[in-house]
Nanobody, 121 residues
């Protein structure tokens, strides 16, 4: 059974920080690229950050560069999103996503159920 279980969402004031976690099971985590997406009400889902399976290369949306950091721990099958200097426009449901990145897995894609992040005073 494939599972992506998220935690760490909640309410935070502008300028504050949150750390999201996503624990994966049921597939070979170490050969999957991991990403975080977010979706605000009335807006399209957008890619926030991505990290490659082994090298740990990362990419970020321009809106979060310098504030967010994605990381992974393959021994724990976990991907993290550290969010600092949060702004009201970061308010959204954040989703964990896994994409196969090796032979036999390229067509595989899995999603978590999402966790709410609200930035408000």
């Amino acid at each position: 059974q494939v599972l992506l279980v998220e935690s760490g969402g909640g309410l935070v004031q502008p300028g504050g920080s949150l750390r999201l976690s996503c624990v994966a099971s049921g597939f070979p985590f170490s050969v999957y690229a991991m990403t975080w997406y977010r979706q605000a009400p009335g807006k399209e889902r957008e890619l926030v950050a991505a990290i490659t399976p082994t090298s740990g290369d990362t990419n970020y949306a321009d809106s979060v560069k310098g504030r967010f950091t994605i990381s992974r721990d393959n021994a724990k099958n976990t991907v993290y999103l550290q969010m600092n200097s949060l702004k009201s426009e970061d308010t959204a449901v954040y989703y964990c996503n896994a994409v196969g990145a090796t032979k036999g897995h390229y067509d595989n894609e899995y999603w978590g159920q999402g966790t709410q992040v609200t930035v408000s005073s």
